[in-house]
């Protein structure tokens, strides 16, 4: 393998297709004689619908149909399950009844031959509401009065924190945060006879191809799902949302193709977001700095129709060493939306509290941050009691910190200047877990010298499609150009959802396998090519090397290219098939029993720096170093590409976003791209990644466990706490907003 080109910065096969517009996303495909669909959605978010009235719609011009809870076909709940691989985003189809549960809901999908026709007609569509009040904020809601939904615990931490002789007592939160990738939910839906093609945007062609089957009452082998590229996701095309569901009826209905796309303000409502979580931390040490307690009280909301957990308990338990801890969570109804994973889903929350606290910890001790880590590093996974597959968490800090030159932080509030800022330096731990699931593979070699591999996983803009080249071509020696891919389409063999940080780690070893396999299939031919150099040669003796089949002791030199031998053949191709992973799970995924002995997480460290100017109250985000522990690094540039989105995400995260609700009518008021802001250029400092590159082999040969989501997780309270060493204030509220550094400046 040493001159694989596994582990190099191989450039995106996709790349071509996309930056030249070749690439199809969802609603971007040109099917023949497609009507437009717009949803009317609800100005209400508690109540009910008392009245719709089309009548002036109706006769718009254009306008082929207009559907609502009235005059709906039959949808059913989906029974499925994440297990199942067969989860909803939203449990409740549309249109189900008269109900509205929040803010955005759809209430009636016009259809009509032009989408300015369909937009024009869906605003005069007159709905009348019977309204009760909303709740949007957890303060407007009764603390929850049940147990936990999830917890954690061991020791007795309520006792070790009495005794604790230095504590940490305080509350973090972190809003409701909405995803915005660039291309936006949309489906175009087309029948044919009884066969239905929905052309998605999805992380989960499987999981779409399930759920759809159980939403719409239809045999699976009726339903075909096309996600060729994907504009990313972040989470909230993890799980099918109601507009699919719009298209497919709607189509059904006009007896045309349908499309329908979510707009931008309809992301904030109708597909999922991060929900609001508050989290009561309680830490006691010894004067030394050892954690004697930790303790995490979690409050977040979810919505009035389905159940979601946004998990900080795990990361409560597993993070640090300490021998008594307590972390319990509840979900709280509100009527928002159903929320939905969102990038680092539990961890990131989590780590801006537990991370914030142990800055805040290590200020009242009068010890250097990164110290209070290391005396409370974690040998083991204490949560479960099970070791590490492979951690290299210290070798992080030490790197990141030389690295940073963390030596020369001045640990005085406002003590580094440049010119007229004040500089303050954060670090924070970051940590993901590893998740691997199922996929079946199908690599063919081909007569014509190329090979094609194939799975219904799909590429959301990470560089799965590389991915599967890159191994191809490591175990063939096929050049990477040579090695066609096809994804995200749910007639090709089942695959997993793109979720968790998990898809490279899944299908790494069914590829690998795979590839295998269709090689042995080329060296059993050459065996028995009758007029073959081959002819009669045990197969073991036989190897493939540079894409050509020869002796095992003798060079590939003295071979001959495996096309040759599938020509002599007549053969157009021979397959290799492989199976990964007991069972097709999704999110987060089976560990299967050999893995099961191990605790298995991705781990690093963040460092920055932010540049304060009190005279106009600006700071900014001006230096960034990440060192990531993720594995076996399979193509450093895509790698690279998803730490650095992900610090992004953090910056954002940290200083800018936040969807915030009207409380009286539960509108999300800032459901656009000027009023809710994501980091840009601007915002964005030079960065840097470094990945320590230990493979964990627990898991597969190669020792690929997963980056990305772990880029997003530590990011905030390395900000925050960057800001307080800089400004003196403590932001325990995201974003930093200018008006809490105000009293700084
Ligand atoms: Mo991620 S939240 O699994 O896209």
Redesign the pocket.
């Known amino acids: 393998m040493s001159s694989s080109i596994v582990g190099q910065a191989v450039t995106r096969i996709d790349g071509r297709l996309k930056v030249t517009g070749q690439a199809a996303y969802g609603v971007e495909h040109r099917i023949q004689n497609v009507a437009h669909g717009v949803g009317v959605s609800s100005t209400i978010a508690n109540g009910r619908i008392v009245r719709i009235d089309t009548s002036e719609a109706e006769k718009m011009p254009g306008v082929l149909a207009i559907l609502h809870h009235g005059n709906f076909d039959r949808m059913y709940r989906p029974a499925g399950s994440l297990e199942e691989m067969s989860r909803p985003g939203e449990s409740r189809p549309p249109f189900e009844d008269e109900n509205v549960y929040y803010y955005g809901q759809f209430v009636a999908l016009v259809i009509a031959n032009t989408f300015e026709q369909a937009q024009d007609a869906a605003s005069h569509v007159r709905v009348q509401y019977e309204a009760k009040r909303p709740f949007v904020r957890l303060e407007q809601v009764p603390a929850p009065n049940k147990s936990p939904d999830t917890q954690s615990s061991r020791g007795n931490a309520e006792a070790a924190l009495q005794q604790g002789p230095v504590k940490l007592d305080a509350t973090y939160v972190t809003p409701v945060e909405t995803h915005n990738p660039m291309e936006m939910h949309g489906t175009i839906a087309a029948w044919e006879g009884d066969k239905l093609t929905l052309y998605e945007t999805t992380?989960g062609v499987v999981n779409h191809h399930n759920v759809a089957s159980q939403v719409l009452g239809m045999p699976p082998e009726s339903i075909h799902i096309v996600s060729p590229f994907v504009g990313s996701?972040?989470?909230c095309k993890?799980f099918p949302w109601p507009h699919s569901w719009l298209a497919a009826a709607g189509a059904r209905h006009v007896k045309r193709p349908v499309k329908v796309a979510v707009p931008r303000t309809l992301m904030f409502t109708t597909v999922g977001h991060r929900p609001l979580v508050q989290q009561h931390v309680r830490l006691a040490a010894t004067q030394d700095g050892k954690l004697v307690a930790m303790m995490n009280d979690v409050l977040q909301h979810t919505s009035v129709v389905d159940e979601y957990l946004e998990n900080c308990v795990d990361a409560t338990s597993m993070l640090y060493s300490c021998p008594n801890v307590k972390a319990q969570q509840y979900e709280v109804p509100l009527n928002v939306g159903t929320p939905t994973?969102?990038?680092?889903?539990g961890r990131t929350p989590a780590l801006f509290a537990l991370e914030s606290a142990m800055d805040e910890l290590a200020i009242k001790l009068n010890m250097d941050p990164l110290e209070l880590r290391l005396r409370n590093y974690a040998e083991k996974d204490e949560s479960s009691g099970k070791p590490w597959s492979s951690k290299h968490l210290r070798d992080a800090y030490q790197k990141g910190a030389e690295r940073f030159g963390w030596s020369k932080r001045n640990p005085k509030v406002g003590s580094m200047r440049k010119g007229n800022e004040i500089l303050g330096w954060g670090m924070a731990t970051c940590t993901w877990p590893c998740h691997a699931a199922g996929a079946d593979v199908r690599v063919r070699l081909l007569s014509d010298g190329s090979a094609h591999a194939s799975c219904a996983t799909q590429d959301i803009g990470t560089g799965t499609y590389t991915v599967f080249a890159e191994i191809v071509s490591d175990k063939t020696g096929l050049p990477v150009e040579k090695v066609k891919v096809a994804l995200g389409d749910s007639s090709l063999p089942p695959g997993p959802t793109?979720?968790?940080?998990a898809a490279t780690a899944s299908v790494v070893p069914a590829i690998s396998k795979a590839t295998e396999n269709a090689i042995q299939a080329v060296i059993k031919a050459a065996s028995k090519a009758p007029q073959g150099p081959f002819h009669g040669i045990d197969p073991k003796q036989l190897k493939m090397t540079q894409g050509r089949i020869h002796i095992v002791d003798k060079s590939p030199d003295s071979g001959v290219p495996f096309q040759e031998i599938l020509a002599s053949q007549h053969l157009v191709g021979l397959d290799g098939k492989a199976t990964s992973g007991r069972e097709h799970r999704s999110?987060p995924g089976d560990p299967g029993p050999e893995r099961e002995k191990y605790s298995i997480h991705s781990f690093g460290a963040h460092f920055c720096e932010v540049a304060f100017d009190p005279e106009i109250v600006r700071l900014r985000v001006t230096r960034w170093l990440s060192v990531i522990d993720g594995g076996r690094i399979i193509n450093q540039k895509t790698a690279r590409n998803q730490i650095l989105g992900a610090v992004v995400m953090g910056i954002g995260m940290g200083m800018l976003e936040e969807t915030v609700y009207d409380p009286r009518t539960g509108h999300p008021i800032n459901n656009n791209f000027a009023d809710y802001m994501v980091a840009v250029n601007a915002d964005v400092p030079e960065m840097e990644c470094i990945f320590l590159d230990y493979p964990d082999t627990v898991l597969n040969e190669y020792g690929a466990r997963g980056i990305g989501?772990i880029g997003l997780t530590g990011c905030a309270s390395a900000i925050t706490s960057a800001t307080y060493h800089a400004t003196g204030i403590r932001v325990r509220e995201l974003p930093i907003r200018i008006e809490k550094l105000l009293a700084s400046a």
């Open positions: 992380q996701g972040f989470g993890l994973p969102m990038r680092g889903p793109s979720g968790g940080s999110y989501e």
